[in-house]
């Protein structure tokens, strides 16, 4: 634990406590897990939630309309992006294995105020999160399901109502299960299995050898079909690929919640600290406003050890590999398939796989993948809205005596009440653009959310915890890098619309 401030006449005061917040509680690290084999399927979690959201964003719809646009080439940038975004995760869940709180607790931690910081970040994530691009993209899914053709300008209305529907049954969802994280990393791997096992299948029967190598090639910036490296294609719309970089894995608010689904997973002091449980079929559970922190002597380090072994598995094993091969296989998937040059906007964007399938394939197999699309989409916005549900929730909950004291410190009725305000401004918010300019909005904003949160984890990890477990000279390095890779893409993104 930081050493306690002493202040000219005043009682000392943790350095953890600085900003408003009560300060930590010495307790014990939990002892980790030692899984084997198909163990470590229940031991990993988070890393599988997170992927999940990512598949829908970045990898199924950013993706193949930069890829389509401008090529294969470009896939570089999501391999630098997950990479940064992997580090990024880990550095987050270092900070929960040892306090047991998520990283927003962290970042109300330090000056000028617990109050202050909390504001300002649960405005950047209603900015990011707050706009219900996932549902109103299923909707373009469904709709071709339904007409079986993409939807037009004239099917707005249709498209709406639709969205309406896919975003209210996000809200019933989770109202039932015992823990919500729970009920979340159930679904997501049925998710990723299904969703990835169909996009291989799917790029083996559609996607040419050509667009094979092009694509395995892309990783590393090399353009195959013109024999040469190619970082970035002249007349780029950095709008669209800022949005794709920041949404190359989960992105900005996405990454954030991790660490509040690994506190409620029981990763390391997540254990002492509880949960917040469902509605329907969930039980009261106390929920500690405040974290707790171990002594870093032989024992506390060898515990720690085996805790960061499954922090390893669940983000370079679970979230980083699936990351790669969830945007490597719909971009090779697409452009065998859709013309080069394709501009993939509108209300049908989420179906324009299907229909470009039904044209070789007939429509059993065009409904197949519009149903898949629909899937995929409706599980990011789950995911989405829980996680922010579940970062103003903590916030508040940390931050605000008075919310924990109403209804009898039960976390559930702050919860569920942030749910339904989420759930009446979604509605509003479907009426406000078409899919993808929300999809875009919101993936732009997590580009800042990057740049900012970075350099303010560097700094929780570097000043707030003890010695002994804060990170290697590596990992501090590639935080101050992710500002600048990220920085950089924002810049381009605000000078292309100037």
């Given at each position: 634990?930081?050493?306690?401030m002493?202040i000219a006449g005043e009682?000392?005061v943790?350095?953890e406590?600085?900003s408003?917040?009560d300060?930590?509680t010495?307790a ?6 030692s ?13 599988v939630?997170?992927?999940g959201?990512s598949i829908g964003s970045g ?9 389509v646009?401008?090529?294969l080439?470009?896939?570089w940038v999501t391999?630098?992006?997950v ?5 990024f995760?880990?550095?987050?869940m ?9 990283i927003?607790?962290g ?6 105020s617990?109050?202050?910081w909390?504001w ?7 900015l990011q999160?707050?706009?219900?691009a996932?549902?109103a993209?299923?909707a373009?899914?469904?709709f071709f ?12 209305g249709?498209?709406y109502l639709i969205g309406?529907g896919?975003?209210?049954l996000c809200?019933?969802?989770l109202l ?13 791997w049925?998710l990723?299995?299904?969703?990835l096992s169909a ?9 040419g050898?050509?667009?094979w190598i092009?694509?395995?090639a892309?990783?590393?910036?090399y353009?195959a079909p013109n024999a ?5 294609p ?7 690929l800022a949005?794709?970089v920041a ?15 690994a506190?409620d997973?029981g990763y390391g002091?997540g254990?002492?600290v509880?949960y917040?449980a469902?509605?329907?079929g ?8 405040s ?6 002597d032989?024992d506390?380090?060898t515990?720690?050890k ?6 390893r598995?669940?983000?370079?094993g679970?979230f980083?590999?699936g990351a790669?091969?969830g945007?490597?296989?719909p971009a090779?998937l697409y452009?065998?398939?859709?013309p080069?040059?394709t501009d993939?906007?509108g209300?049908?964007?989420?179906a324009?796989l299907a ?10 197999l ?5 149903f898949?699309?629909a ?6 916005q ?8 579940r970062a103003m929730?903590?916030?508040?909950w940390?931050?605000?005596r008075r919310v ?5 410190g ?7 009440a942030?749910?339904a305000?989420?759930?009446v ?11 993808i ?8 904003i997590?580009g800042?959310?990057f740049?900012i949160s ?12 003890p010695?002994?477990i ?5 990992r ?5 890098v992710?500002?600048?890779?990220y920085?950089t ?9 100037a």
């Open positions: 634990m930081a050493e306690p002493t009682v000392a943790s350095q406590a600085r408003g917040l300060p930590w010495r014990d690290l939990p002892v980790p897990p899984p084997r084999g198909l163990g470590w399927l229940a031991v990993v979690g988070p890393g939630i997170v992927l959201a990898e199924f719809l950013l993706g193949p309309a930069v890829f646009r401008h090529g080439s470009l896939l391999v630098v992006a990479f940064l975004q992997t580090v995760n880990t550095e987050l270092r900070y929960t294995i040892a306090t047991g709180e998520p927003y607790t970042f109300m931690r330090t000056r000028p617990s109050t202050g909390g300002f970040y649960a405005t950047l994530h209603v999160m707050g706009w219900p996932f549902a993209n299923a373009g899914a469904i399901l339904i007409a079986r053709r993409l939807a037009g300008p004239n099917d707005t249709a498209v309406v896919v975003f209210l809200v019933a969802i039932f299960g015992r823990r919500i994280e729970h009920t979340l990393e159930v679904l997501n049925v990723v299995g299904c969703i996009f291989l299948v799917l790029a083996l029967m559609f996607g050898a050509d667009n092009s694509g395995v892309g990783l590393v910036g353009d040469t490296f190619r970082f970035m002249a007349g780029a719309n950095f709008f669209l949005a794709l949404y190359s894995g989960a992105g900005g608010a996405g990454n954030i919640t991790l660490s509040n689904w506190r997973k002091m254990a002492r509880g917040i469902s509605a329907v969930g039980e009261k559970v106390r929920l500690a406003h974290g707790f922190m171990f002594t870093p032989a506390g380090r515990r720690w085996g805790w960061w072994r499954v922090v598995a669940d983000q370079w679970v980083f590999t790669i091969l945007m490597l296989l090779v452009t065998s398939l859709l080069r040059g993939l906007r209300l049908g964007i989420s324009a229909s470009a399938i039904g044209e070789r394939s007939g429509p059993i065009a409904g197949a993948i519009a898949l699309g899937w995929i989409l409706f599980k990011t789950l995911d989405t809205m829980e996680g922010m549900v929730t903590d916030m508040l940390t931050g605000s924990r004291e109403w209804r009898n039960d976390v559930r009725a702050v919860y569920y942030v749910l305000a989420v759930a401004w979604g509605v509003i918010a479907l009426r406000l653009a078409q899919p300019v929300l999809l875009q909005v919101g993936a732009n997590a800042v959310i740049v970075s350099l303010h984890l560097l700094y929780v990890n570097t000043r707030l915890l010695k002994e804060r990170p290697p000279l590596w501090r390095v590639m935080l101050v992710m500002a600048l890779f920085s893409f924002v810049g381009l993104s605000i000078r292309s619309l």
